[in-house]
């Protein structure tokens, strides 16, 4: 069974930074193979695409209303993924998921079979 924790959510300004953590653990996890990618979903909307990392961290892709704020990472040595948010706004208001992807299309929220609970992230103007 393989667990995300999700952590480093809150209330923060607009303009402001936070940093999301997703720890993932599991028995035959192979976690530095695995394509990892970062979801949200704001009150009233369905769950979006936010970015996706490649095991080797060779391939990264953000969705549109993120890119150049948002920078996604990993340390396979401690099986954690990272979204770095910056410059935040009203609209990045959401609970963020991790996933971990097993394959197919890389913005699609199907193609990931396991997800962490969630971290709020709330952003006031």
């Known amino acids: 069974q393989v667990q995300l924790v999700e952590s480093g959510g809150g209330l923060v300004q607009a303009a402001g930074s936070l940093r999301l953590s997703c720890v993932a653990s599991g028995s035959g996890f192979m976690f530095s193979t695995t394509t990892m990618g970062w979801f949200r979903r704001a009150p009233g909307k369905e769950r979006e695409f936010v970015a996706f990392?490649?095991?080797?961290?060779?391939?990264?892709d953000y969705a549109t209303s993120v890119k150049g704020r948002f920078t996604i990472s990993r340390d396979n040595a401690k099986n954690t993924v990272y979204l770095q948010m910056n410059n935040l706004k009203p609209e990045d208001t959401a609970v963020y998921y991790c996933a971990a992807h097993w394959g197919g299309y890389f913005d699609r929220a199907t193609n990931y079979n396991f997800w962490g609970q969630g971290t709020q992230v709330t952003v006031s103007s």
């Open positions: 990392i490649t095991g080797r961290s060779d391939d990264t």
